[in-house]
């Protein structure tokens, strides 16, 4: 006995809508089964990963400050995921520009205007859009796969800030630890309530989802990417060049990338550290999907998988749950995703004996 | 053949419904031992459907089969092969990288030693005359050989009933008159043919009897030989044909496109590229291409459209302007457009709205564009105008290309391109596979642009088509165009030998000695 995909005639819009809902659905019992199967309060693990973030109002900010940059990164990778270019290496675009910003940071040290965060926002697109144009260069010039070169780019960049923060960018007062020196004020991102830890950054992941949205939606641009990454013979006979597309896709998702780690350097950090890269360069491929490639849906994806980074801090101390179980949690959402997505698409049939080949 | 012999297929009240649409309604006909029997009808009368039921791949609703006068029900391919049906599609399923015999072994439901395999193939083509050489690559094949592959696979097996599906779409007045030679060779033998097709010339030259359906119910079942193919046609499409109007007394004017030793390098690996081609269309002139498919008709469309770039810009030129260094776009922008042979998914996006196809190539024509943004309200007025024009069954410009039929998404297509009243149209095929009423449609709309004083390259295989419709005519054969010849000083064997070439001369050095 076999099985076969078919492909479904019609796939369902709604269910296209819903598998994201049900993959968090089916995380959360699988979860609770694995945890308590393995000696760990499963339903408490889960209620503390998913619930508590959304029930203590404390947590509120945290989830903001998370949602942020897996939202701005999660932007870039929904449009060039929806043109076919599988940038894999948003977390090292993102340690890219978070150090473009450090290097304008340090270097006005001691200057003061309101012109120095700007000036670091600009450094650090521009700094992810450079390290995103490496593989961009190699895809057309070479033809070499984006997904390995992109994904391969990210361990060195985090090397990248270890030889910065360990030799010329040290911290001439830190007692030897390797970070650099707290920014000055004028490059610190604003909070923008007071009393709490919400930056600018989150009004900012707001805006660049909507903006992108109307991008994508509306314009000319949108379009190419779109239409390249689902029929690239019909975009080559619409007079849409593939290597443009691809630039213009890397470049994009990464200098979000990059916007996000200049944003996460000057308000949450406030200086460059050995644990900058915090994996939402990964964790925001998962939102991408999550959120249907659609830039409005990626502003709920990144919330989900928020909570499940600000609820797997809260298991750690509450139930001793170990910090690795928030991956574990963030890759069954993306097996489920994916899986669902599959059965939405295909129907899986029963086939009695050995298939036969057929002539046709 | 003996009255009382009972008939080798009966079909009685076969009825299959799909969501919305009743495919079969209430079939009943008979099929003889020995008999050529014609299955006639328009794109979406339900004979697809009807022969995927006989061959096993759907299940009725309703009705009964009947084999040799016992009631059957085939579940599958494998259980009708193994009553003794073949079926030969019309998209072939075969490897390009191996050869004949490998192939054919692939496609066999029992295994069988190479080498007797080999003698067996030799013996089929042997006894029905199919020159082929087994150990040949099927890339270097052409697409009447290719045929031929299928067929002895489906000889193979020893059938007394051979399904072919629209078998001459492909092939060369030469290649259809040998395939012929072969079905009669067959049938004479006691072999039963259902032939599928909407070519009533051919019809009336190979079949006994022919059935014919509209809108999944039979409409008759006639003797071909007693019938014209107007008075058939006019059965299988439900009204009268309407010719193509032409103005009297037209004079092609000054030339417009002229293509000058445009070549093309090779893309891929069993690509044809297009050698040295050279020629010019006048205003209003309708310059038909012929050929074999795969002889660089592609190739040809492409470096047309822009879609491939040649090195030299005068290479092509519309009223004397260069346009040989332009991409799609611009050229779109001097006036030249172009239809590609395959629909969804290069002239086309199935998974996208008919106004949003219309943005594909129609925006900057028509001011759809402004400040990078798309005006979607103009696409969609646009698109309504070319459902209309075009009589396009589409529920309106929010329609999926890929919900619609595939001569429906042709006429949309064309519309598309045509009504943007460009000054040169080039189209590949632009009939394939559209049944007779939106062929004259799209016929005529060809000719009214012409008359217009655009230019037109019609690149197609069917030869039909092409000296109703061209007052030009040349032939591709190996990516290398023939002179052009007027269409009323050509006729259809000098056409044939054209189209034949070069594949004609390998195809007796390398056949097989019988």
């Not at chain 2, 191996?98 to 190479?114: C, P, Q, R, W």
Request: hydrophobic share 45%; glycine share 12%.
């Amino acid at each position: 006995m076999l099985f076969r995909l078919e492909k479904r005639r019609e796939p369902s819009q709604l269910m296209r809508y819903l598998t994201p809902v049900a993959a968090v659905v089916l995380t959360m019992v699988v979860g609770a089964i694995i945890f308590s199967l393995i000696g760990y309060d499963g339903i408490g693990a889960v209620r503390e990963i998913f619930l508590t973030p959304l029930t203590n109002s404390y947590k509120w900010q945290d989830l903001g400050v998370k949602a942020a940059p897996l939202i701005i990164i999660g932007v870039g990778l929904s449009i060039a995921y929806r043109a076919n270019v599988w940038n894999i290496g948003a977390e090292g675009q993102y340690v890219v520009g978070g150090l473009a910003g450090t290097w304008v940071a340090l270097a006005t040290h001691g200057l003061n205007g309101p012109w120095i965060l700007p000036l670091m926002v600009l450094a650090g697109v521009l700094g992810g859009m450079a390290y995103a144009a490496i593989p961009a260069l190699l895809r057309t010039r070479l033809n070499v796969n984006e997904i390995l070169t992109s994904l391969m780019l990210t361990y060195a960049s985090v090397q990248l800030i270890y030889y910065l923060i360990r030799a010329p960018w040290k911290d001439p007062m830190g007692m030897g630890f390797p970070q650099t020196r707290l920014f000055a004020e004028a490059a610190r991102l604003p909070t923008i309530l007071p009393g709490t830890i919400v930056h600018l950054g989150v009004p900012i992941a707001v805006l660049v989802a909507l903006v992108a949205w109307f991008i994508m939606s509306r314009s000319v641009f949108g379009y190419q990417m779109r239409v390249v990454g689902t029929a690239p013979h019909a975009a080559r006979y619409g007079g849409f060049s593939e290597n443009k597309t691809i630039w213009l896709a890397m470049l994009v998702s990464g200098g979000l990338a990059g916007l996000a780690g200049v944003l996460e350097v000057a308000g949450p950090f406030q200086r460059m550290v050995p644990g900058f890269p915090t994996n939402y360069g990964f964790t925001a491929i998962i939102v991408a999907f999550l959120g249907r490639l659609n830039p409005l849906g990626v502003i709920f994806a990144g919330l989900v998988m928020a909570i499940t980074f600000v609820g797997g801090e809260v298991a750690q101390t509450t139930i001793g749950l170990p910090n690795a179980a928030t991956g574990i949690f963030q890759a069954m959402v993306l097996f489920f995703l994916l899986g669902g997505d599959l059965l939405v698409r295909y129907r899986v049939r029963r086939v009695h004996g050995a298939a036969a080949p057929g002539t046709a | 053949m003996d009255a009382s012999m009972p008939l080798r297929l009966q079909l009685t009240g076969i009825t299959k419904q799909f969501p919305g649409v009743l495919a079969n309604d209430n079939i009943s006909f008979g099929v003889k031992p020995g008999e050529i029997h014609a299955l006639l009808g328009e794109n979406g009368a339900g004979k697809s459907t009807l022969v995927k039921m006989i061959y096993g791949i759907m299940q009725p609703d309703a009705g009964e089969i009947r084999w040799n006068g016992e009631p059957v029900v085939i579940t599958n391919p494998k259980a009708a092969r193994k009553l003794g049906i073949g079926m030969v599609f019309q998209h072939f399923s075969l490897f390009e990288a191996l050869t004949v015999l490998e192939n054919i072994a692939l496609g066999m439901d029992g295994s069988l030693k190479s080498r007797e395999l080999e003698a067996r193939i030799r013996e089929v083509m042997h006894t029905y005359g199919l020159l082929l050489d087994p150990h040949r690559t099927v890339a270097t094949l052409s697409v009447g050989e290719r045929q031929r592959i299928e067929i002895v696979r489906a000889l193979l097996l020893d059938p007394k009933l051979l399904i072919m599906d629209e078998p001459t779409s492909v092939l060369t007045p030469q290649e259809v008159e040998q395939l012929f030679e072969v079905l009669r060779k067959l049938a004479a033998q006691g072999c039963s043919i259902l032939y599928i097709s909407h070519k009533l010339d051919e019809i009336k030259a190979l079949c006994d009897t022919a059935t014919i359906l509209r809108g999944g119910k039979l409409v008759d079942t006639c003797d071909p030989k007693q019938e014209t193919s107007r008075s058939m046609a006019e059965k299988m499409i439900g009204t009268g044909l309407r010719d193509i109007v032409r103005a009297k007394g037209r004079q092609l004017g000054a030339p417009k496109l002229v293509v000058s030793r445009l070549s093309t390098h090779k893309t891929g690996h069993f690509d044809v590229p297009v050698n040295d081609v050279s020629f010019t269309v006048r205003a209003g002139e309708i310059f038909g291409i012929a050929g074999v498919a795969g002889n660089g008709q592609n190739a040809l469309l492409d470096a047309l459209s822009g879609e491939i770039l040649g090195d030299d810009k005068e290479a092509i030129t519309l009223d004397g302007y260069p346009l040989g260094l332009l991409n799609t776009t611009g050229r779109r922008k001097r006036g030249l457009c172009a239809v590609p042979e395959e629909r969804n998914g290069h002239a086309a996006v199935g998974e996208f709205s008919l106004a949003d196809n219309s943005v594909l190539t129609a925006r900057d024509r028509l001011g759809m564009v402004m400040l990078g943004l798309i005006n979607s309200g103009a696409a969609k007025t646009y698109t309504g105008k070319v459902i209309a024009d075009f009589a396009v069954k589409a529920l309106g410009p929010g329609s999926m290309a890929g919900s619609l039929s595939g001569g429906n998404l042709q006429k949309y297509i064309m519309g598309r391109e045509i009504l943007q009243r460009p000054s040169v149209l080039v189209v590949s095929q632009p009939t394939w596979g559209v049944d007779a009423g939106a062929a004259a449609a799209i016929h005529q709309a060809l000719v009214d642009l012409a008359a217009e004083g655009s230019a037109i390259v019609v690149i197609s295989q069917d030869l039909d088509e092409l000296l109703a419709l061209c007052d030009t005519l040349a032939v591709i054969n190996l990516g290398r165009l023939s002179a052009a010849r007027p269409v009323g000083e050509v006729s259809v064997e000098e056409i044939g030998l054209l189209m034949g070439g070069v594949h004609g001369a390998t195809e007796a050095s390398n056949a097989v000695p019988a």
